[in-house]
Nanobody
């Protein structure tokens, strides 16, 4: 069974940058659709980024488009989320997820989350 683990969370000032990593085991992330989701206190979890399994097309939520960049490399077991120009509303627990089919709210595999705090 695929296991995912996020890393790289932390405290950053508004306008700053942070890079999250999601490491999979025991296999690579090839052939999986992968996504990043986040959940702020008192709010529902929302999708932030999705990378499709077929051709690595990437979708970004409007709220992060132009500021966040998701990436992964073929044959690797790690994907990344580079977050730039962070805003207080970007704070929350960030989860990576994977599924053999597509990105959606109930993907098959989830990490435990990484906390991102954006505050001065």
């Amino acid at each position: 069974q695929l296991q995912l683990e996020e890393s790289g969370g932390g405290l950053v000032q508004p306008g700053g940058s942070l890079k999250l990593a999601c490491t999979a085991s025991p296999s690579t992330l090839d052939h999986y659709a992968v996504g990043w989701f986040r959940q702020a206190p008192g709010k529902e979890r929302e999708g932030v980024v999705c990378i499709t399994s077929m051709n690595d097309r990437t979708w970004y939520a409007d709220s992060v488009n132009g500021r966040f960049v998701a990436s992964r490399e073929s044959g690797q077991n790690t994907m990344f989320l580079q977050m730039n120009n962070l805003k207080p509303e970007d704070a929350g627990v960030y989860y990576c997820a994977a599924d053999t089919l597509m990105c959606y709210s109930d993907m098959a595999y989830w990490g435990k989350g990484a906390l991102v705090t954006v505050s001065s």
